[in-house]
């Protein structure tokens, strides 16, 4: 390989997202945080602090830094200056337990964990006994910690970016623990800018005069695209909010800050739409709404809509894949399905013999495309499971209708059988949260005592409605209204809430234990 070749191979994706806006925009505010506003040198002059002081505390390039912050300025300058300096940050949760941190410690090896102050005693009773953890730093005073701030403020603005290779681990994430045991997902440098290229500007058209707010947080492959890689990409502008987004909370930031783009799952826009937090259209600037993480009721589309004037583009991606490969478009929604592949990946649907299936027959969805993980950190059984060659299995089933467009009818590990007849468990849900009592639902299998699988629904009733018999029967009744009659929930179980991941996915194994 000649020294020509090898150059061409250099790309770092924090310098790719950072230095086109220098000095052209570098007044402009990139983003704003619960505690002020960041222009896009300032951004850049952050990064560069944090790389240095990760190099001064002796992290070396591969190794691991383990991210635990709010969403925030710091989180972005952290996240950056690591990748900047060849150091992988791991993009982590904030509302984990001990147990879970633990893990997330030992698994991904991290010389370094940079974490907020008042998540830092969740770490506390794990920390001692990490063979090769070295250095912990806190974001906001802590007792005995050094503090993130403070070392950023000593340390140099000036920093070479390292010479990575695209293909080259750039940052890791870990799945989001639907089904167990969280697994290392590894990113690769030329991945983010592919999400902001493919489908933040070719899809949803995101502009430099667009103000962006998620509500997935940025550890989470929707958040990160959302806020981090879009922005910068367009030149645009961020919220970033710290908070737990309550449907309160994000009203209030809907109206005060006013931004263009909205980016929800739908569990908040169906909270938001049952709240008086939701301001009234014409006291909004919203211009495009965004849905994942979840399928979107089509009563929730349709009454967002309603109440806002603006539709929600639905789409569907996954931690593999890093953000969203089929989706929707502006303008042109259909309602009850994720939309076409996003230009510049391939999907494919096969059945159990692994041979594709025809348009209207259910089959499991693989996609190709430039954003793929390279795999899973130290689980080759895994890896090789899900990433086939060039094609990553999604593990959800769907169908490919006439038009091109895909319906998701469910993950493989949460489909039923019922009476030999596969049985879609979101077609169940949303037929159930058509009734006017329910809030919230979440279907799964049970084994009845002649030892076959039916539907068992967990039901969170609206305010104002009491569970009993009456309301079993009449949402039972209901369904039946709406769907073949072997699909309909055997039994109804009322909850006052579903076990969900932080980025608002039912976690539906722990209901099949109940």
């Known amino acids: 390989m ?30 704003k945080d619960d505690d002020g506003a960041c222009s896009y040198a300032e951004l850049a002059d952050k990064a560069n602090r944090i790389a240095n002081l990760l190099v001064a505390l002796g992290v070396r390039r591969e190794e ?115 089904t167990g045991r969280p697994k290392g997902v590894v990113h690769l440098h030329g991945g983010l800018i592919k999400c902001a290229e493919l489908y933040a500007r070719d899809i949803l058209g995101i502009r ?38 309550t449907p309160e909370a994000v009203g209030a930031l809907l109206l005060r800050h006013q931004p263009t783009i909205f980016f929800g799952v739908p569990t908040l826009y169906a909270s938001l739409l049952a709240s008086d937090a939701l301001p009234p259209a014409d006291q909004l600037s919203l211009r495009l709404c965004v849905s994942a993480g979840e399928a979107l009721p089509i009563s929730v589309a349709r009454r967002w809509q309603e109440r806002t004037g603006v539709e929600i583009v639905e789409g569907l991606g996954s931690t593999e894949m890093l953000h969203m490969f089929i989706s929707g478009r502006p303008g042109d929604v259909r309602e009850g399905c994720a939309g076409k592949p996003v230009p510049g990946y391939e999907v494919r649907l096969v059945g159990e013999d692994g041979q594709p299936v025809a348009p209207g027959e259910l089959g499991e969805l693989q996609v190709s495309g430039p954003t793929s993980a390279s795999g899973y950190w130290a689980q080759r059984e895994k890896s090789q499971d899900t990433f086939v ?47 006017p009592s329910v809030a919230e639902a979440a279907v799964v299998g049970y084994t009845d005592a002649d030892g076959l699988v039916k539907p068992r629904a967990f039901v969170v009733l609206h305010d104002g409605h ?49």
């Open 2 to 31: 000649t020294d020509r070749d090898e150059a061409s191979r250099y790309y770092n994706i924090a310098e790719a997202l950072l230095m086109p806006h220098l000095p052209g925009r570098a007044n402009k505010i990139v983003y």
């Open 208 to 245: 430099e005069d667009d103000l962006i707010f998620s509500a997935a947080r940025m550890f989470f492959g929707y958040g990160m695209g959302n806020s981090l890689a879009f922005p910068l990409a367009a030149g645009a502008s961020a919220i970033l909010f710290g908070g737990r987004p």
């Open 389 to 435: 060659g060039r094609w990553t299995r999604s593990a959800d089933k769907c169908v490919e209708n006439e038009d091109g467009t895909i319906t998701v009818t469910g993950r493989s590990d949460d489909m039923l059988k019922v009476g030999g007849i596969y049985v879609s468990p979101l077609e169940v849900e949303a037929a159930v949260v058509e009734h």
């Open 64 to 178: 691991r830094v383990l991210l635990c912050l709010h969403d925030s300025i710091e989180w972005s300058a952290t996240f950056l200056g690591a990748v900047k300096a060849g150091i992988i940050p791991v993009a982590t949760n904030t509302m984990l337990t001990p147990a879970d941190y633990d893990y997330l410690l030992r698994d991904s090896r991290a010389a370094a964990l940079i974490v907020a102050a008042d998540v830092l005693p969740q770490f506390e009773p794990v920390l001692e006994g990490q063979r090769h953890l070295r250095n912990v730093v806190t974001l906001g005073a802590a007792a005995g910690r050094p503090e993130l701030r403070a070392l950023m403020a000593a340390a140099s603005p000036q920093f070479e970016t390292v010479d990575t290779f695209r293909d080259e681990p750039a940052f890791w994430q870990y799945s989001s623990g639907t």
């Open 466 to 514: 009491d569970a009993s018999p009456e309301a079993e029967l009449a949402i039972k009744q209901h369904v039946k209204a709406l769907l073949a009659p072997y699909k309909y929930p055997r039994s109804i179980r009322f909850v006052p809430a579903l076990p969900k991941t932080s980025t608002g996915k039912i976690q539906r194994f722990k209901l099949r234990d109940q």
